[in-house]
């Protein structure tokens, strides 16, 4: 269906618009409006390095599609980062705001720096250099950017107070994920946890003794972490986490509530590793472990060709964006592991900056619970919504979500 020359179309992107049109679920003629973003930018401008030194910061901005509004989409500062790899985020975001409903269009942006290498005041002058370049084409009504990698509240509120300073005016609806004292939203930092949470509460909630669910979490960050806490606390046997590093296991499940206390709680983030009294496990040997549920919630791509005949749990929840590639995915289904993709289990994030942006709009503040209880609204409509489709047509779960989110970006495109 696409050829090479088809730029930015990432292979899982494209994958999963060919199985939508190779099993007639949604016409070849009107995927051509997925094929390339919709508006693509690139900078190159100059900063003042702390030693008087001049660099040419590069730095991007895509909108994928904007049919159904603004485009909305996190800034990542990294290394690694480039024009393929942010118009494939763009896309991705496309169809997650769609398919939880959001009136927004998916976009990325990127800043191919690595942060480490940078004073406080250069990364300040990095963000803003990026406000003054892209400032046109971003705004509440136009494209509302957001944290991504190694992006932070504080770097929001300095892209955002270079906007007010450019439009001379407040906008705080400019962009999501600020501190809570320049306008961000309660529960921001825990929504992506949350939402998964919501949909594992939902799909188990039949199930009377909680702790025969037994359950492994790859990563230990901000989401991975979250959600480990969240389930422990509430009866499920969290039997090993992960960091970048090492893993710790115990088969008659982890005191999570230690763990995090002991990982989170003190002036210095420490390291998994640092644990004295529970056996270490490898990245690799925690994501093989016999388990029902398995989280992962890092990288990308961490169950591949390799190692998805190893996989011995019942159920995916992608909580990191694209943990599992599309070969290995066949061979999952195959073994009739279930997965809850990406697109819908991490859709917390993106939801919750979206009641940021309208708390904004309306100068108002809602409460954590309040928050909370739009997240479990919003995420679980999207998830009886995949579940109906996935069950009524006998499709994955993956393909059921992409159906009915190219479906609503298409209606808009009449």
Request: charged share 30%; aromatic share 8%; proline share 4%.
């Amino acid at each position: 269906m696409y050829t090479e020359k088809d730029k930015v179309i990432c292979p899982a992107c494209k994958s999963e618009l060919e199985k939508l049109h190779n099993t007639n679920l949604v016409d070849e003629e009107k995927l051509k409006i997925f094929k390339n973003p919709r508006r693509i930018l690139e900078a190159h401008f100059p900063i003042i390095r702390d030693d008087g030194k001049i660099e040419i910061i590069e730095a991007f901005r895509v909108l994928y599609n904007g049919n159904r509004g603004p485009g909305k989409g996190g800034i990542r500062f990294h290394q690694d980062v480039n024009l393929s790899e942010v118009s494939e985020l763009a896309f991705i975001m496309s169809l997650k705001n769609s398919l939880a409903d959001l009136n927004f269009g998916g976009a990325k942006g990127g800043v191919k720096i690595n942060p480490r290498d940078y004073s406080k005041t250069e990364l300040e002058k990095i963000s803003r250099g990026y406000v003054k370049e892209f400032f046109n084409y971003l705004g509440p009504q136009i494209d509302v950017p957001a944290p991504d990698v190694n992006t932070t509240p504080e770097i929001m509120g300095w892209m955002m107070d270079e906007y007010d300073k450019i439009t001379e005016s407040k906008n705080p609806a400019f962009i999501t994920g600020k501190k809570i004292e320049d306008g961000g939203s309660e529960g921001r930092d825990k929504s992506t946890a949350m939402g998964a949470f919501y949909i594992i509460q939902e799909k188990y909630k039949e199930v009377k003794n909680k702790q025969e669910i037994k359950i492994a979490v790859q990563g230990f960050g901000n989401a991975g972490g979250t959600i480990a806490l969240l389930l422990h606390n509430i009866g499920y046997t969290v039997i090993a986490v992960s960091d970048s590093k090492t893993g710790i296991y115990n088969s008659e499940g982890l005191d999570i509530e230690k763990i995090y206390n002991f990982v989170y709680r003190e002036e210095r983030k420490k390291r998994l590793s640092e644990i004295q009294d529970e056996e270490k496990i490898s990245n690799e040997k925690l994501l093989e472990l016999e388990v029902d549920i398995l989280i992962p919630a890092a990288l990308g791509d961490v169950i591949t060709f390799e190692n998805a005949e190893r996989i011995k749990t019942k159920e995916i929840v992608e909580l990191a964006n694209g943990p599992v590639s599309p070969r290995a995915e066949e061979i999952l289904l195959e073994k009739n592991i279930s997965i809850i993709p990406d697109l819908l289990a991490n859709a917390g994030g993106v939801i919750v900056s979206v009641f940021e942006w309208e708390q904004n709009l309306k100068n108002e503040h809602w409460s954590l619970e309040e928050v909370n209880q739009k997240l479990k609204d919003k995420i679980l409509k999207a998830y009886f919504e995949v579940k109906s489709l996935a069950e009524e047509r006998q499709l994955p779960w993956r393909l059921a979500a992409h159906k009915i989110a190219i479906d609503r970006i298409l209606e808009k495109n009449k």
